[in-house]
């Protein structure tokens, strides 16, 4: 788990030089003696030490499950902070009014912590629909999509920017895999869902390879506790780093750690996957705020750091 950065380390040439230095009456010599030591220092430090930095991960975004109803305008306010205070981090937050859209437009809280949301340049909205496992008839799955897509009609500031898909198949099923195309096409097609359509398929564990569908933006590979996550390193190893744009990582029940092993962890799943979401709460984790959400936002690698 942690070979990528112990490489980096090992990376880093020496950074002290011995300087022989033969006529030390000599003072101009010696000034210029310390000022080559002193660039033989700073020069190195200033150019290794920002790229070992940002070499430590790779720059991701969180994927945020708020299932929480927003009874008051300050109900979200753990998440309002969180993006607020994270500019330079990308937050795709996944709205769920009720198991699904609820109503359109939806109620006036829902509204108005829509709207917020909407205020930050920093934030994806994408709906949540639940298909059953493509089990679910999917005229309801469609007019789910359609239900989310209608509340663009309300104010342009309710638009979603994709959706969510829950409880995808991982089996192969010729049947079901005709239905997923056709959801995501739902999804491409709408012109009530904002640009870019995000298509975000939760299978929660890797898929069969013949899902993959350039239609399908997304694809949540691991939502699974951290016990469990630490088991299954080598089959997620195998995906590869090349297409983690496309994949999504969600921990839960992630033990209590200091900050740089929260970091570490991180950044070493940023080295597989894009968006990610890590938890220490153990259950109903997308119904109530963890209290170290802060901690882990300031932990995601961005381009900026
Ligand atoms: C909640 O926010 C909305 C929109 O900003 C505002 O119109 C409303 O008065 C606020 N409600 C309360 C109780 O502050
Ligand atoms: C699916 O829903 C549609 C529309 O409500 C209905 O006409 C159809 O009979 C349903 N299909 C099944 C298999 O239940
Ligand atoms: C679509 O949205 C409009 C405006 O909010 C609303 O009046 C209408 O009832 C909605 N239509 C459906 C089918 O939900
Ligand atoms: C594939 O899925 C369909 C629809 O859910 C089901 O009726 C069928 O039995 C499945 N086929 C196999 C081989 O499991
Ligand atoms: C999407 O649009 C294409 C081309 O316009 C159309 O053939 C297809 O039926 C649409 N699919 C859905 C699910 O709306
Ligand atoms: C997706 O793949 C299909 C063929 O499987 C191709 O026709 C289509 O152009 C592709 N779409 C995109 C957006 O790459
Ligand atoms: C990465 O994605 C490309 C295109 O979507 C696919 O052809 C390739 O097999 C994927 N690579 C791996 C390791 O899954
Ligand atoms: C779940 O979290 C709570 C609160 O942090 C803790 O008291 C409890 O021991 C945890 N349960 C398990 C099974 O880890
Ligand atoms: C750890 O991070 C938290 C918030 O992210 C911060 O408040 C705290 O000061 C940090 N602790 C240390 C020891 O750096």
Known sequence: MESLERATEKASPPLRRRLNLRRPWCIALLVA??????????????????KKHSH???????????????????????????ISTHPELDFVIIVNPSSGPGSSPPDTQYQVAVNRLSSYSNVQKVGYVPTEYATRNISAVLDDVATYANWTSEST?????????DEIPYDWNSTKSEYLIRINEAVKNSSGIHSPHLVIHNPGTIPDARYDQNTTDITVVFEQSYDYYET?????????????????????????????????????????????????????????????LEQFCDVVPTSSK
């Open 33 to 50: 003696a310390a000022i080559v030591v002193i660039l033989a220092i700073v020069i190195p430090c200033a150019i290794i030490l920002p």
């Open 56 to 82: 430590s991960g790779k720059a991701s975004k969180v994927l945020y499950p708020i299932y929480i109803y927003p009874e008051t305008n300050s109900t979200w306010d753990p998440l309002y902070k969180a």
């Open 157 to 165: 500031s309710l638009s979603m920017d994709g959706i969510f898909f």
């Open 232 to 292: 299954q390193v080598t089959a997620l190893d195998a995906l590869g780093t090349k297409n983690r744009t496309e994949y999504s990582y969600m921990l839960h029940s992630v033990p209590t750690m200091t900050n740089s092993s929260l970091k570490s962890l991180v950044d070493d799943i940023s080295y597989r996957a894009e968006y990610l979401f890590v938890t220490t709460l153990n259950s109903s984790y997308y119904e109530q705020f963890d209290s170290h």
